[in-house]
């Protein structure tokens, strides 16, 4: 059973900069893209940013473009999302989800296997 689990969020100073972590389990990590979406309080889930199974295949939100960067380890089964100059608006559940296959648009409805969620609080 492939299991999700984030790791790395917690309360930030506007400015600052975090890396979020996401282990996949249960299956051979490299056949999986995996992708990051976050939902702010009254709002819909948001794609943040996505990577292939391989890592040459990337995409960037808007939102983040420029201050995100997505990577990952296939031998240690781990991706990562590192943002920087985060402000008010990056304040959200940040989610982690898997899916077997192609590399397909980053879109939440593509993803079968989904991560409980790591909070991240950007406040001074």
């Known amino acids: 059973q492939v299991q999700v689990v984030e790791s790395g969020g917690g309360l930030v100073q506007p400015g600052g900069s975090l890396r979020l972590s996401c282990t996949v389990s249960g299956s051979t990590f490299g056949d999986y893209s995996v992708g990051w979406f976050r939902q702010a309080p009254g709002q819909d889930r948001d794609r943040v940013a996505c990577i292939s199974g391989d890592g040459f295949g990337t995409y960037y939100s808007s939102s983040v473009e420029g201050r995100g960067t997505i990577s990952r380890d296939n031998a240690k089964n781990t991706m990562f999302l590192r943002l920087t100059n985060l402000n008010s608006e990056d304040t959200a559940t940040y989610y982690c989800?898997?899916?077997?296959?192609?590399?397909?648009?980053?879109?939440?409805?593509?993803?079968?296997?989904w991560g409980q969620g790591t909070q991240v609080t950007v406040s001074s």
């Open positions: 989800a898997a899916r077997k296959g192609w590399f397909l648009p980053c879109a939440a409805d593509n993803y079968d296997y």
